[in-house]
RNA sequence: GGGGCUGUAGCUCAUCUUGGUUAGAGUGCAGGUCUGUCACACCGGAGGUCGCGGGUUCGAGCCCCGUCAGCCCCGCCA
């Protein structure tokens, strides 16, 4: 991908390699990269010389160069550093390759010199093709050379390119881009924080931010009145593929606004991203309420690249003399289930295997049945009914799953398992792009183990306008003004209208068990905010790493960051975390239970 | 905190089933031949703490226990 066609000259080289093409032919250029390859003829030595626009062929002859340059071209290693001057030719017609974007010419050497010398590369930057990726471990504990591969080179670029749209749109729609600050206030609630010692305060420490969330708050307060921030933020909590200790979001915030205007933006937003992507989508985005993506998917981010609905078959079974369904049905729960079309094909190790994910997610097992001809079988076919059947609507040859029990563990198994037969049955289609607003969330969800209400979203979310009165008298039913942005099946940003109203504030932080003091203490910066004039807001997040990752077609997000960490937050090739010199630690007032410090 | 997979030459992987000769291949690397290659070709060559520690055994890369690291997943991620 060549990123600049202006400015590429320095005083060290005229050009980037990768950017010639034939229209170059007759140019005398200077260069400067890396030796990707070299093929030596003997007497004629080829180059491929990289950089980050790409590889391009040096030719290096004797009868031109004479052989003192010919044999520093010779020797050259890989992954060395090269100044190369000399012209720019078309190949002989047989001498042409397709593959290379630059393959119609090459560059042939008046002049060799190498400026960076490279011992061996511990990893292979070129690969032939087929040949396999070096391990994870590899590839993050040589990070400076992994980046080199045209792969990398290309995603980053990528990354770049989306960020800069990003920044042209919101600053063409009169956002500002505020920075706020790393070094924050630690925040009990939600995720682990990473935390900092304080130097010049005794027994005191800051926390790096999870989210810039409160301070965008106080910038709407103070009158900036549309903000957003390229934000780096911080979870201490356990990583996935999807998942990094530090991940940057496209942070927005404004002022005078409803969810209609966030979800307005976000769209025209991810119009302008997935454009520079090189993929056309159309906004508006498909909607659901929170509530019936639940009842029909059993999940808040459903991946509508495939049908497999959840439907309500409590009635079929509650006559029944099935056990499990009955005693599930009196305990005040559901029968609910899937269709899977020609799910018959499945072998009965599948199936087990699907019923392993659903007991895993925490249901007692699942039902199944089968439509052959015009039976139906399966274990709970004998308690099934004459019209049982007709109600089911299955086709010949379609399975059916059901789990039974109550919504809060139906959900997420039933959840698993469509993903699963998703998967087995080939129905994810390749290249579609299903975006979609989860909306209308509850504001609060109930703890299964202590009973106690915590926010679904975060706890200055604003509730749903309808919804105020059931606060008081029915919180679990109270909607909330938030809104997530889903595409195939993963989150890729969320926000809501905040609480502007300190009355309001006050009162679902005391439903959140947040009492008066505690709030003070930990808020209060934000709730004097609120008291000195504050305009209706809210805003949104989305995942840069995620998109990048989605657009650059990357199977993790360690392939869009440039320095990522490995599973257990460590990042090889500099060797963080590390111990330090007990001095230090002296002066931060911070002494180690029981461990070994180094002095170095 | 829990589950799964992996760890053998610089790199990617075999060998392991059933413990027993000198642990192999491709690639890379160093050397040689070669003036139109582009996964250059050809020749012969060097290269091993079998992640680490302990145990069982006459004998362990292989079996057992522990541990470390990487990856994937659950919990967690307001």
């Known amino acids: ?316 079974f509650a006559a029944t003399e099935l056990g499990i369904a009955r005693s599930a049905i009196a305990a005040g729960g559901r029968v609910r289930g899937m269709r899977v079309p020609n799910g018959a094909t499945l072998s009965r190790k599948q199936v087990d295997e699907l019923e392993s994910l659903a007991k895993g997610a925490g249901a007692g097992g699942l039902l199944r049945l089968k439509r052959e001809g015009s039976e139906l079988t399966g274990p709970p076919a004998k308690f099934l009914d004459a019209g049982a059947r007709e109600r089911l609507a299955l086709a010949d040859g379609d399975l059916a799953l059901f789990a039974a029990g109550p919504d809060r563990i139906t959900n997420p198994a039933l959840d698993r398992v469509r993903q699963d037969v998703a998967r087995v049955m080939r129905l994810v289609p390749d290249g579609v792009l299903r975006f979609l607003w989860v909306t209308d969330f509850p504001m609060f969800e109930c703890d299964a183990a202590t009973g106690a209400l915590g926010p679904t979203h975060h706890p200055f979310t604003a509730p749903h306008p309808d919804d105020a009165a059931l606060l008081d008298t029915d919180p679990l039913r109270a909607r909330a003004q938030a809104y997530d942005v889903v595409l195939n099946g993963m989150e890729m940003g969320g926000g809501s209208i905040r609480i502007h109203d300190p009355e309001m504030q006050r009162r679902v932080f005391a439903l959140i068990g947040i009492d008066e003091e505690t709030a003070q203490r930990r808020f209060g910066f934000l709730l004097e905010g609120l008291r000195s004039g504050a305009p209706p807001h809210g805003g949104i997040a989305m995942g840069v790493d995620r998109i990048a990752m989605l657009l650059a077609g990357a199977g993790s997000l360690r392939d869009v960051i440039a320095f990522p960490k490995t599973t257990t937050a460590s990042a090889l090739f500099e060797g963080a975390p590390s111990p330090v010199p007990e001095a230090d630690l002296r002066a931060l007032h911070v002494r180690i239970d029981g461990a070994a410090t180094v002095t170095s």
Request: glycine letters at 6%.
């Open 1 to 316: 991908m060549t990123t600049t066609k202006t400015n590429e000259a320095t005083t060290l080289r005229s050009r980037r390699c990768g950017s010639l093409r034939v229209t170059d032919a007759g140019s005398a250029v200077r260069l400067g990269g890396w030796i990707h390859g070299k093929r030596n003829l003997g007497g004629l030595v080829f180059l491929d010389l990289r950089d980050r626009d790409g590889i391009v062929q040096v030719s290096v002859d004797p009868a031109l160069v004479g052989d003192a340059v010919r044999d520093t071209a010779a020797t050259v290693g890989k992954e060395s550093v090269v100044l190369v001057e000399g012209d720019v030719v078309r190949r002989p017609p047989d001498g042409v390759n397709r593959e290379m974007a630059t393959g119609e010419i090459e560059v042939k050497a008046r002049s060799v010199r190498v400026v960076g010398p490279a011992v061996t590369p511990a990893i292979p930057v070129a690969r032939a093709k087929g040949e396999a990726l070096p391990s994870e471990e590899q590839r993050l504990r040589y990070r400076y050379l992994d980046l080199r591969r045209p792969e990398l080179q290309h995603n980053m670029i990528l990354r770049h390119r989306l960020l800069q749209t990003a920044r042209r749109f919101l600053t063409s729609e009169g956002y500002l881009e505020i920075e706020t600050p790393i070094l924050t206030k630690p925040t009990p609630e939600g995720a682990r924080d990473y935390i900092v010692p304080s130097r010049l305060h005794k027994g005191e420490f800051y926390a790096l931010p999870q989210s810039p969330q409160l301070y965008k708050q106080l910038l709407m307060v103070s009158g900036f009145d549309r903000y957003f921030q390229i934000a780096r933020c911080f979870r201490d909590e356990d990583l996935r593929a999807e998942r990094q200790p530090e991940f940057t979001q496209i942070d927005i915030e404004a002022s005078f606004v409803e969810a209609a205007d966030i979800i307005r933006l976000t769209e025209a937003l991810f119009v302008e991203l997935w454009r520079e992507g090189g993929r056309e989508i159309a906004a508006p985005f498909e909607r659901l309420r929170y509530a019936d993506a639940m009842e029909r998917y059993g999940s808040d981010r459903p991946d509508l690249r495939y049908a497999l609905e959840l439907f309500d078959a409590t009635d079929v």
